[in-house]
């Protein structure tokens, strides 16, 4: 046996399913770009820019019909960011191959966040978490629609302040298991 065998590479288990190492930015650009790697990150830098163009413009319109309350504001804008947040990680990802993982993880977080912001913003149009109630309760909702209209056999969803904690619930846990799962992705692979 060497002494080279058995000894993890330096940087840590940065490797892919065929068992090769992940290269760094500085083996890539030390090695020599592969043909299809300058277009790829051309072309994601272009998509990155659109995508920070269209986020600014969409702040400023929302910023034009702007009320007075503060978490509608940073609930829109929380749900807004998601897009920008996303191409940002994903073209860091391709410049730094090593940090793609870490960089999923982030993206996906936060998505799961923005579920969060999404029903914040939906409270706050309906006045609050108890007006919501009080102007959903006793109204049903068929689960026999598409895409599930085969299972006629579902029942009448009524809505009230126990289906409201329910699903509010469901999406905070969510956030939670996204959060402890992605870490146990980042731990074991």
């Not at 897009?83 to 860091?92: A, D, E, R």
């Not at 998505?111 to 978490?129: C, D, H, N, P, Q």
Request: with cysteine; hydrophobic share 45%; glycine share 8%.
């Amino acid at each position: 046996m060497t002494e080279t065998e058995g000894v993890e590479p330096e940087g840590g288990n940065d490797t892919v399913e065929g068992g090769e190492r992940t290269p760094s930015i500085s083996e890539i650009i030390r090695d020599g770009a592969p043909v299809e790697y300058i277009p790829l990150l051309v072309i994601s830098f272009i998509v990155c820019v659109i995508v920070l163009v269209l986020f600014v413009r969409a702040v400023n319109e929302h910023r034009r019909y702007f009320t007075k309350h503060t978490m509608q504001w940073l609930c829109t804008l929380g749900i807004v960011l998601t897009f920008p947040f996303y191409t940002v990680m994903y073209l860091s990802g391709i410049i730094v191959p090593r940090a793609m993982a870490k960089l999923t993880f982030l993206a996906e977080t936060y998505e799961a966040i923005s579920l969060v912001f999404f029903l914040r913003l939906l409270f706050t149009y309906m006045g609050g978490k108890k007006k919501t109630v009080g102007k959903l309760k006793g109204h049903q909702v068929a689960l026999a629609n598409p895409p599930i209209c085969c299972l006629v056999c579902l029942p009448h969803i009524r809505f009230g302040k126990k289906y409201m904690v329910v699903h509010e619930c469901f999406i905070l846990q969510l956030v939670i298991f996204q959060l402890i799962l992605g870490y146990i992705d980042l731990l074991i692979g």
